[in-house]
């Protein structure tokens, strides 16, 4: 059996909307840096590329001088692939910590399920005043109809974020997805998770609270995705 890819965390989504507040929670009377993966803003968003249309809607939540936090919800693939993520990140430390749930209910194009949860730890590094860099590492599991059991994961991913100007900016983004133990499935060898992926995002923002976002990313399978996404900072 033919099955897509278990498990997709790009970076680029998640950090755009879920780490720590620079100084405050933003709104949308604020000019929204959408480049620094620091700000961390209420949000509705809107896409449509290769895997099909996307909605989401994000909130933003202060805990304290220190701490913001963040939940997101998401449907993707023609809203057959329901996310959910929760992120609490540190002012004055740069640091971050999200949850990230992912569920697949035509998984494998085939009207399966697949359930994937991961935790994410993360670390803001500038290394200019154009030039961010900000390593994540995450650990979970992944399963689906086909498997009889659940695999754990480890995660890898970078971004590196370049302004252009101060409305566009680039993003480039590498990930790894690597199994400890194998998926045994249903009628077929057990499944070992080697997985490369990488995608790369430039982002115009317009009216200081809204953002165009062009999206294309690529695998060691030889799979090609692109995305075009409208959000607007509540």
């Not at 895997?51 to 933003?60: D, H, K, R």
């Not at 939940?71 to 540190?90: F, S, V």
């Not at 399920?113 to 991961?118: A, D, K, T």
């Not at 890898?156 to 252009?164: D, H, I, K, R, S």
């Amino acid at each position: 059996m033919n099955h897509k890819p278990l498990i997709s965390i790009p970076i680029a989504l998640a950090l755009s909307t879920a780490a720590y507040a620079e100084s405050s929670i933003k709104n949308s009377n604020d000019t929204i840096d959408f480049s620094d993966p620091t700000v961390i803003y209420s949000s509705v968003e809107a896409a449509y590329g290769t895997e099909g249309t996307t909605l989401g809607l994000g909130l933003a939540i202060p805990i304290d001088e220190s701490w913001g936090a963040l939940t997101k919800y998401e449907a993707k693939e023609d809203l057959n692939l329901h996310r959910i993520r929760a992120a609490a990140t540190n002012t004055d430390l740069g640091t971050g910590f999200m949850l990230d749930y992912i569920w697949d209910t035509n998984f494998a194009d085939l009207g399966a399920s697949s359930h994937s949860l991961v935790l994410n730890g993360l670390q803001v590094m500038p290394l200019s005043e154009k030039l961010l860099f900000v390593p994540m590492i995450g650990a979970g599991f992944t399963t689906n109809d086909f498997s009889e059991n659940q695999a754990a994961i480890g995660m890898l991913q970078a971004m590196l974020v370049y302004n252009v100007t101060s409305d566009v900016w680039v993003n480039m983004i590498p990930q790894y997805t690597y199994s400890f133990n194998d998926l045994r499935l249903e009628n077929t060898e057990k499944q070992t998770i080697r997985k490369y992926e990488f995608e790369s995002v430039v982002g115009y923002r317009f009216n200081n609270n809204q953002n165009i976002r062009l999206l294309y990313k690529y695998n060691e399978n030889k799979d090609h995705e692109a995305t075009v996404s409208y959000t607007y900072a509540l």
